[in-house]
């Protein structure tokens, strides 16, 4: 059974840091996409970040510059290390997988998803 878990979420002020962790089990790690996602209140989720299974890489450009994505072989976990953050940053952060190796940026390609951290920047 493919499993993720997304961790590392909370409550920082602008211009600070946070490090998302997303913990994977359940299939050979490097062989799935694994995206980060976002879903502030009253919007849809859109994707921040991937790294796909073809080594492709992938930034929103709300992310571009701001945002780091790599992963732990070793661990079977995918980061996201957000810095400079702002408080348009606010969302439920999502991790999930896809079985589509090329870089896919729409959520309905991932099959698999984790629970949700709530990273929150104040003004």
């Known amino acids: 059974e493919v499993q993720l878990q997304a961790s590392g979420g909370g409550l920082v002020q602008a211009g600070g840091s946070l490090r998302l962790s997303c913990a994977t089990s359940?299939?050979?790690?490097?062989?799935?996409?694994v995206a980060w996602f976002r879903q502030a209140p009253g919007k849809e989720r859109e994707v921040v970040s991937l790294?796909?299974?073809?080594?492709?890489?992938y930034y929103a450009d709300s992310a571009k510059g701001r945002f780091t994505i790599s992963s732990d072989n070793s661990k079977r976990t995918v980061y996201l290390q957000m810095d400079r953050l702002r408080p348009e940053d606010t969302a439920v952060y999502f991790c999930?997988?896809?079985?589509?190796?090329?870089?896919?940026?729409?959520?309905?390609?991932?099959?698999?998803w984790g629970q949700g951290t709530l990273v929150t920047v104040s003004s």
């Open positions: 999930a997988a896809s079985t589509y190796t090329i870089v896919v940026i729409t959520a309905d390609f991932y099959e698999h």
């Open positions: 359940g299939f050979a790690f490097g062989s799935y996409t």
């Open positions: 790294i796909s299974a073809s080594d492709g890489s």
